[in-house]
């Protein structure tokens, strides 16, 4: 365990938040906020996170050598592969290795990378046409911060990749244009879809053409058993015939056989395609082989197996294809927030409104939205009024009135007025960014229920030859010839499928994760997404948590001769410099009420007990009991204690040491806390309220929310003490809170759930957001972690019963009972069916409503 050097909480370094380097040492972090404070000049950032889509996956045996292949590379830390997902999550040192060499890692051992690690510009650049030109041009873009990768061609053509926060494309197209070059732009195309689009055509062609040869060769092949006629000279001419419809169909399959072959020779590991190229290969070479001989008068009836080794490649390539088109509904949920974005917005330069690409608008920018127009980036409004559709963050349907100075959320859509606004946050910063980054993110991670399907993986291929090899020499020593040894080899390897254990885990969490961010509830990564079910303690921070963190001014109580507005005056001009929320409540009723005040003197402000200063000559004392008592101020008999059990917090006023007033500030609870606490106690979980109010307010209010555990007069710093009471008793705590001061709490439960407040999501203190900012979500988020947690252990189930009942029956343990189990052809349909309908139960939980009371 290593401290975190801001608020000293222990911090586990293989869970630590953020990991940073400097003079020499490494520093662990438990949230964004301690980062930021203790953050220098010579603060170097050592670990970085990059999210890399694959394509040609075809079993978690790949996924298991592109994680081995990774892991070889200096500098990465760790590497995590989702099959489902077709995605890498790694961390890695960018002082020692690089994005590129990483995804170089990944395409050396066969397999393809969508390379979209920043935003593809596509330029036809004038006047690049020779070597010399092209030179200048690069050394310009090298300058560049976010220029992630490029593509120079002599023929003007130039590809560029960049990282959208840090650059844009008016940046890139100005210093070609400084150089002395014309860069005209080329339609911008998103590279994972087209990807992910072309691979599916290509199957649904393999398909399609490997149909049209199948059928035949299932006639030539097997119609005579049917009773179907076959003509004379088919007859005569079989051997050829099935040859050359079987040729094709091993051509269209050639993708098993490359990746098969590329998998153990640069791996030195054998996956599913290795099986599938080994079984149809096997079946193919031996039926060639039999057919030689025929044509060479040696023998006069051969046993042909064209049809298993051509049929097989047709029924695996169907198999793919559904799969490839099933998992891509898994990631829906990406594709839909993405898709609330807008394509363009209008901003005012030089006095004039350009429509621009959403990628060229910057921070600083004024932004013009028209009524019915999605707004392109978030920003403040600087000019007019109008109300905006907010449902896509908050999910309330009714638009929002918006005026001057206040917050505007990019994707989100104006529906009456005209207004412009100033661009604050935009590519990668903005609130839609983060949150389609968040989901991203934990689609590509992986839950710990998930390493023994992993571990089985790693061995499941060699194991599978090795039963297959045991098969057809038992067999052969029993006597049934080498062509139902043969038959049975076969169907071991091809029956076999680890596709399914792979897809079991990480679909349902992609699936999870999707309904949860649809709903605003934001999961990290996978492993919370397992835990949270697992809760059975919940803490809530009491303000801004349990209650609206706005506390009002609801009691003046005057015990001197000075009157209301005088005590409100003079309570105001001492508060006035003070960020605590109880100040701003008596500053605001000041101003409404239009009470005059100005600056006093001697202003001191002392923790957890108020403040002193001078006004008007006098000193004056404004806090707790405590501050009274150290000063000395007599304290008469009072309504101090009724007002607290009324859950108000009290301030005590002194002017000239003698108090005068007692100031009662209430910070009312939300409207569904009281729903919450009593739909978590039906869930049999135990509630408990933590805050640094004394124990009559604390309990006044624990009261009327129903809630009986309450640890009251905390301070911030000391909250994840007690959290960590609680987890040495041995429960699974869950706190919740607003993600600031809350931070050490928040990263020592065992779940972590921030209060979002639908303009920052990227509240890194927390396992688990609630973007809406709504407390019903805990119990949702909550109920999600079961639901999915059922479907992963229905999944695994599954995906074991089929392998390890389908493995003996293809080996023909339970002949001749289920000898026709022995057919390749049949093992092939049941190896296709049993990753589509793993897929398929996943998606079925799209199906998933919010319980309600």
């Known amino acids: 365990m290593s401290k975190d050097p801001v608020c000293g909480m222990e911090v586990d370094p293989k869970k630590a938040k953020f990991k940073i380097n400097k003079d020499g040492k490494t520093n662990y972090f438990c949230s964004k906020h301690c980062l930021e404070t203790f953050q220098g000049k010579n603060t170097k950032f050592i ?45 890695y040192n960018p002082d020692k290795v690089g994005l590129k060499e990483i995804e170089d890692a990944i395409e050396s051992v066969g397999y393809n990378v969508v390379r979209k690690s920043g935003q593809i510009l596509k330029l036809k650049i004038i006047g690049m046409d020779n070597p010399h030109c092209v030179g200048i041009i690069n050394s310009a873009l090298n300058k560049i911060p976010g220029v992630l990768d490029k593509t120079l061609e002599v023929t003007e053509k130039a590809s560029i990749t960049f990282d959208s926060s840090k650059t844009n494309i008016t940046k890139i197209k100005q210093i070609i244009v400084d150089v002395g070059y014309k860069p005209l732009e080329e339609k911008e195309i998103d590279r994972e879809k087209a990807e992910r689009a072309n691979e599916i055509n290509d199957l649904k062609k393999r398909v399609i053409l490997s149909f049209l040869f199948a059928v035949p060769l299932l006639y030539v092949s097997m119609g005579h058993l049917v009773g179907l006629p076959i003509l004379t000279f088919i007859q005569n001419n079989s051997a050829i015939i099935q040859l050359l419809l079987t040729t094709p169909l091993l051509f269209l399959g050639s993708q098993f056989f490359i990746k098969g072959t590329t998998a153990i020779i640069k791996a030195k590991t054998a996956n599913m395609d290795t099986l599938i190229a080994i079984g149809t290969g096997s079946a193919y070479i031996y039926s060639l082989v039999q057919s030689i001989l025929l044509w060479s008068g040696i023998i006069s009836s051969p046993k042909l197996y064209y049809e298993i080794s051509g049929l097989l490649i047709f029924f695996i390539l169907l198999g793919r294809y559904f799969e490839s088109v099933v998992k891509g ?218 209650t609206k963190g706005k506390p009002e001014l609801t009691d003046i109580i005057l015990l001197g001769d000075l009157k209301e507005k005088e005590i409100l005056e003079i309570a105001a001009t001492i508060e006035n410099k003070s960020e605590h929320p109880l100040a701003e409540a008596i500053v605001k009723s000041a101003k409404e009420k239009k009470i005059k005040f100005s600056e006093p003197t001697n202003f001191k402000s002392i923790t957890g007990q108020g403040i002193t ?24 008999e009072t309504n101090i204690e009724a007002l607290e059990n009324d859950g108000k917090t009290v301030m005590l006023l002194a002017v000239k ?24 106690h039906e869930l049999g979980k135990t509630v408990i309220m933590i805050t640094g109010d004394n124990k009559r307010t604390a309990n006044a209010i624990a009261k009327k929310l129903g809630i ?41 439960a065992d779940v972590g759930i921030a209060i979002g407040s639908g303009t920052d999501v990227a509240i890194e203190s927390g396992d688990i957001v609630l973007v809406k900012n709504d407390l019903r979500d805990v119990a949702m988020a909550i109920d999600l972690s079961k639901f999915s947690m059922k479907k992963i252990k229905q999944n695994l189930f599954w995906a074991f019963f089929y392998n390890s009942i389908g493995i003996p029956l293809a080996a023909g343990v339970f002949y001749p009972f289920t000898g026709w189990l022995l057919n ?27 319980k309600k009371r």
């Open 47 to 91: 670990l970085q996170t990059a999210i890399v889509q694959i394509t040609g996956m075809s079993c978690v045996s790949c996924a298991a050598t592109i994680e081995k292949s990774i892991k070889t590379l200096k500098g990465v830390s760790e590497a995590n592969i989702n099959f489902a997902a077709e995605k890498a999550n790694v961390k």
């Open 329 to 546: 509904k898994t990631s829906e949920a990406i594709k839909k927030l993405i898709g609330l974005q807008a394509k363009t917005g209008i901003v005012i330069r030089n006095g004039k409104e350009v429509e621009v690409p959403l990628d060229e608008i910057i921070v600083g920018d004024i932004v013009l939205v028209k009524p019915g127009q999605k707004i392109p980036v978030d920003g403040i409004l600087v000019n007019g009024h109008s109300s905006i559709d907010e449902s896509m963050i908050s999910g309330e349907s009714i638009p929002v009135e918006k005026n001057k100075g206040d917050k505007i959320i990019g994707s989100t859509i104006n529906k009456t007025g005209s207004f412009t606004f100033k661009a604050t946050k935009v590519g990668s910063e903005t609130v839609l960014a983060q949150i389609i980054s968040f989901v991203e993110e934990a689609q590509a991670s992986k839950a710990p229920i998930q390493k023994l399907a992993d571990q089985i993986s790693a061995v499941f291929v060699p194991v599978v030859v090795s039963i297959a090899i045991l098969s057809a020499i038992v067999w052969l020593l029993l006597g049934y010839g080498l062509p139902f040894a043969l038959n049975s080899f076969i169907a071991v390897l091809i029956i076999a499928c680890p596709c399914a254990l792979g897809l079991a885990t990480p679909t349902a969490v992609m699936v999870g994760t999707g309904i949860g961010a649809k709903n605003g509830i934001l999961i990290r990564n996978a492993e919370t997404l397992q835990k949270a079910h697992e809760i059975d303690t919940i803490i809530f921070d009491k303000t801004g948590t349990l």
């Open 613 to 636: 200063a001078t006004y008007k000559n006098k000193s004056i004392l404004l806090g707790n009991i405590t501050l009274m008592k150290n000063n000395k101020i007599l304290i008469k």
């Open 657 to 680: 040491k003698e108090l005068v007033a007692l100031i009662a500030v209430a910070d009312t609870p939300k409207k569904e806390s009281k729903e919450v606490v009593a739909h978590l």
């Open 708 to 748: 009986n555990n309450v640890l009251a007069e905390i301070h911030p710093e000391d909250k994840a003490n007690e959290v960590k009471k609680l987890q040495k008793k041995g429960h699974k705590v869950a706190m919740v809170g607003d993600g600031i001061n809350d931070a050490p709490a928040l990263t020592q």
């Open 824 to 850: 390749p052809i049949i093992a092939g349909a049941a190896m296709a069916f049993s990753s589509v309908s793993v897929v398929s139960n996943s998606l079925l939980m799209k199906k998933y409503k919010r």
